[in-house]
């Protein structure tokens, strides 16, 4: 399973990104997706998760409102939206996917140890 993750990208305080994940190589519409992020010297978060129907998303708590994510099972692709972004926003995104079922309403939706496969990241920077 291959994950392509683009989008990434120097962005202003308040304003907009976003980012995308091309996978290939598994039936994407049996994934679950995610997006990671890691800042330096933090731990590797989770932002969001949807489900493989697209029914079910959750979100961190620090982006709730703020982020959105989305995918796209004919194009086999998954995507966050991401507006009003902030300073502490700033980090490595990576999308990832897990062949776990029923996880999204879940803790397990939000751990990256749940996640089988994962791109190689796109830098986000946001800056005044």
């Known amino acids: 399973v291959q994950l392509q993750a683009s989008g990434g990208g120097l962005v202003q305080i308040g304003g907009s990104l976003r980012l995308s994940c091309a996978v290939s190589?598994?039936?994407?519409?049996?994934?679950?997706m995610g997006w990671f992020r890691q800042a330096p010297g933090k731990e590797r978060e989770c932002v969001a998760a949807i489900n493989e129907k697209g029914a079910t998303t959750t979100y961190g708590d620090s982006v709730k409102g703020r982020f959105t994510i989305s995918r796209n099972n004919a194009a086999n692709t998954v995507s966050l939206q991401m507006d009003n972004l902030k300073f502490e926003d700033s980090a490595v995104y990576y999308c990832a996917a897990s062949q776990l079922p029923n996880i999204v309403g879940i803790m397990k939706g939000r751990t990256a140890s749940a996640y089988d496969y994962w791109g190689q990241g796109t830098l986000v920077t946001v800056s005044s």
């Open positions: 190589g598994y039936t994407f519409s049996r994934l679950t």
